[in-house]
């Protein structure tokens, strides 16, 4: 759905959202939208991890520990 919104959809969206927000409420909107999509990702990795097996939670500790030491 979204991949079909192109350069000049994403700044006009970009450009309503700056309207109607502001230049200083911009930034902390969106470090929350990453928190909440990472968030999300993380539940649904703990799901997909419960059904395939401990072979996937390997793979899944390593890519957090990426992600941790990246964050840091």
């Given at each position: 759905m ?40 993380k ?30």
């Amino acid at each position: 759905m979204l991949a079909n919104i192109g350069f000049p959809g994403l700044l006009l969206i970009l450009t309503i959202g700056l309207i109607i927000f502001g230049p200083q409420k911009l930034p902390e909107i969106g470090k929350a939208a990453g928190q909440t999509v990472r968030e999300f990702r993380k539940s649904t990795n703990e799901l997909t991890k419960d059904i395939t097996g401990p072979n996937e939670v390997k793979r899944d500790v390593k890519s957090s520990t990426k992600e941790v030491e990246e964050n840091v």
